[in-house]
Every structure is written in C-alpha cells, then in structure tokens.
Nanobody
C-alpha cells in the first residue's frame, strides 16, 4: 500500500528558512515524478516544484532562486529547501507522487493531477 508522509513545516519569520521532507513508500515503480504543491487559505492549490527520478527539477516562477527541490532515491524521500521565506509563502504544503507518468514530470507542475497525495504540512511565515 502506498504511503506519503510530509514533515518539516512550522512557523518562521520573514527571511527565514525551512526544510520540508516527504517520505514515500509502497510504490511499485520508481516514483518517477515527485512534487511539492501548496494551498493558501482562500486560494487554489498551486504547483511549487517537481522533480523526476533523474533529478531534473521544475519550479514555479514565484519560488525560483529561493526554493530547491531534491530527492534521495535510495531513501525514497523528497525534500524542499525553502529560503528567503515571505508571508506569501504561507500555505499548507503537500507532497505528491506520480509513479509511472505518461507525461514529463515538469508537465505536472501546472497540471497538478498526480495520483497520490500526502496529508500536508503547514508553513506559516510572519512579517
């Protein structure tokens, strides 16, 4: 049975940093595409970053240069290093996996329709 568990959320002041982790298990293939998405109160969910199993990342324009996505395939774990956080980054952050995607991983950053989702971890940035 597939399982995703996010961790690392919390409260920080503007300009601070956080590192999110996502531990995944039970996927029959290689979790080809993994990604981070977020949803702020009153807003639609948006893609933050995706990465395929070869390490090729894709980022939303709003986080380029501040966030770094990475993965450790041996540990089946996805990371999101977030720097220079601002109040606009406040949201619930979700990890998602598309195990054997028919499309390039970067496509899912906008599409958002990955097959398995975690419960989310809350990030709050105060000014």
């Amino acid at each position: 049975q597939v399982h995703i568990l996010e961790s690392g959320g919390g409260s920080v002041q503007a300009g601070g940093s956080l590192r999110l982790s996502c531990a995944a298990s039970g996927f029959p293939y290689n979790m080809h595409c993994m990604g981070w998405f977020r949803q702020a109160p009153g807003k639609e969910r948006e893609g933050v970053a995706t990465i395929d199993r070869y390490g090729n990342p894709a980022y939303a324009d709003s986080v380029k240069g501040r966030f770094t996505i990475s993965r450790d395939n041996a540990k089946s774990t996805l990371y999101l290093e977030m720097n220079s956080l601002n109040p606009g980054d406040t949201a619930m952050y979700y990890c998602a996996v598309e195990d054997d995607p028919p499309r390039p991983c970067s496509w899912y950053l906008v599409d958002g329709k990955l097959e398995v989702w975690g419960q989310g971890t809350l990030v709050t940035v105060s000014s």
